[in-house]
């Protein structure tokens, strides 16, 4: 053997996991010797090892989720704290000293086998935020470790991992948001005064809090569900779920009953509901002190409260980024509004987690139009730091079609665990390593798309209509489709490659096929291509290349259909 893997005598099943995975790669990666610092014959103590505490490296010796990369000679601790640390230890191993990629969940880079000459290690870190969630539905259970180990996200918006993996930070039922109507279903027959009394749209209809008896109610079902999230638990072999939800649907009805009324003028929408759910969170502590429940600032709770209400210690405040111009920094003029809430709700809420948007949502622009969002990332993690924030939960779906998706989710990993890190060096890492020689036409493009939308005030929200893409005018359009022509041909020779760019130019594909019309769809009918023209050549790429990607899912018409 050329090294040695070496686990703690009662291993826990994520330390196994993570020597697993450790052996599993060192085997595609090295030939003829690995050394440590010049010595030869490794020996890799994984987790919570005698070595390890003989070091004060033990798992005591950690916070949740820090991991140390360590040497001493050459044995090598690879440890950390909680259910996660060790296995983060591990994939920062592989990743940083090693230069394995885990570009998507399907597609990595490992490099050829060689003699493995590392220096001396030491290494230790911990995730900037508490919780890191990329929220995508269309994530497989074929590969659970593929957040937890790969990209060192801790939610379930990939899936609950197992404790194999080191489980995660999980809601308990009924659902993870907008469970006001989940707590009443049924209930408004025999308690038609706990709806809201609203002109409004309501989808799904919201509460009158000021009813009497719907509090009583609500905090008595919370605590059902605490007990059905905690036995759930133990069978499933998890941990119990450490947040309950209680917050409002997703629709803008809000209650204009008197009573509710006088209450809002009061102390603000948001300050009606943080009096209306404070009571239930102090229960919900005395009686589990473990235990926190979240809310939305959602709509018209985003806001934050006046006339001095506050929120409980242990109710989790869950902003929601509904108004800001995805496609420009959070800093430019015009577009601090939602800085200016976090500021405004650190004041009043201990614990804030961002619920944000990093795709966009409406019809036609679901499967995304171009826009630059990549280059906007780090500081605003930055002050989110600053400000206290607990973490983030983003939606980030439909990667079928999502723009520049894997580029993006990669540099918003690796930003939430890090947000110091260098994001034009992550860009640049990705882009080289995904597409080769194709990086740079590409790299070129995205720039100018950023500098084309800041010189044309571009703003994309997270509903945006097509004529919001209106920035990208003919010019810049024909500009686009040269450069990613540039990049197909730097890449001909490489079928592998030559996809990965053509799934990134499906956008500016779309656009063309959007504005030209010459493309239709009729549901069951599938695709006409009307004649052969530029549009219909980027409508030809757009269904040769959708196939390839979406083979590892069930349903390959769903996009189309």
């Known amino acids: 053997m050329l090294y040695d893997v070496k686990l703690p005598a009662a291993a826990k099943p994520w330390e196994r996991t993570a020597a697993r995975e450790l052996d599993a790669y060192l085997a595609r990666l090295v030939t003829n010797r690995v050394t440590v610092a010049g010595e030869t014959h490794p020996l890799f103590h994984v987790g919570d090892t005698d070595f390890a505490r003989a070091k004060g490296l033990g798992a005591s010796a950690f916070a949740d989720e820090e991991w140390c990369v360590r040497s001493f000679g050459r044995d090598v601790v690879l440890a950390g704290g909680g259910t996660r640390g060790t296995l983060y230890a591990v994939s920062h191993f592989l990743e940083d000293d090693c230069g394995v990629r885990w570009w998507s969940e399907f597609e990595e880079s490992v490099p050829a086998a060689r003699a493995l000459d590392l220096p001396a290690l030491d290494r230790r870190g911990r995730p900037a935020f508490a919780m890191r969630d990329i929220f995508d539905t269309s994530k497989t259970p074929a590969t659970p470790g593929f957040d937890v180990f790969k990209r060192r996200l801790n939610g379930t918006g990939g899936g609950i991992p197992s404790m194999d993996w080191g489980g995660s930070v999980r809601f308990g039922p009924p659902d993870i948001v907008h469970t006001f109507c989940r707590y009443t279903a049924g209930q408004f027959k025999a308690h038609p005064e706990w709806k809201a009394k609203s002109t409004a749209k309501a989808v799904y209809g919201q509460l009158c809090l000021s009813a009497p008896g719907l509090r009583e109610f609500l905090t008595k079902k919370l605590f059902e569900y605490v007990e059905q999230g905690e036995r759930e638990a133990r ?40 009096n209306f759910l404070n009571p239930i969170a102090e229960e919900l502590a005395a009686r589990h002190p473990g235990l926190r429940l979240t809310t939305l600032a959602y709509f018209f709770t985003e806001d934050p409260p006046k006339g001095g209400v506050k929120a409980s210690d242990n109710l989790v405040i869950r902003l929601c980024d509904t108004r800001t111009n995805q496609a420009a920094s959070h800093f430019a003029k015009g577009n601090t509004l939602f800085i200016d809430l976090i500021s405004g709700w650190r004041k009043v809420a201990k614990h804030i987690l961002i619920w944000d948007y990093m795709v966009t949502f409406n019809g036609t622009t679901t499967m995304e139009l171009p826009y ?25 779906e439909y990667r079928h079609s999502a723009d520049m998706y894997e580029l993006k989710s990669w540099v918003e990993a690796k930003l939430f665990e890090n947000p110091d890190l260098d994001e034009t060096e992550l860009i640049r890492t990705f882009l080289d390593g995904y597409y080769g020689p194709a990086a740079e036409p590409i790299l070129r493009f995205r720039r100018e798309l950023d500098e084309t939308c800041r010189a044309k005030g571009g703003h994309v929200s997270w509903m945006p209509s097509p004529g919001s893409f209106a920035f990208i005018d003919a010019t810049f359009l024909n500009r686009a489709l040269a450069l990613f022509d540039e990049a197909e041909r730097t890449v001909k020779d490489d079928p592998l490659r030559l996809s990965r760019v053509r799934r990134a130019r499906l956008g500016v594909d779309r656009l063309l096929t959007m504005r030209r019309g010459l493309v239709t769809h009729e549901p069951g009918k599938g695709v006409t291509v009307s004649d052969d023209t530029a549009a219909a050549a980027a409508a030809r790429r757009i269904l040769d290349v959708m196939p390839k990607w979406m083979e590892p899912y069930a349903d390959k018409a769903k996009w189309l259909a």
């Open 372 to 396: 630059p969002s990549e280059f906007h990332l780090a500081d605003y993690l930055r002050k989110a730091r600053a400000y206290g924030v607990m973490g983030f939960f983003v939606e980030h």
């Open 235 to 274: 069978e499933k072999g998890l941990p119990a779920p450490q947040l309950y939800d209680l917050s409002i649907n997703d629709d803008k009805a809000v209650c204009a009953c008197a009573a509710c009324k006088a209450e809002q003028e009061k102390y603000g929408v948001s300050g009606q509901y943080l």
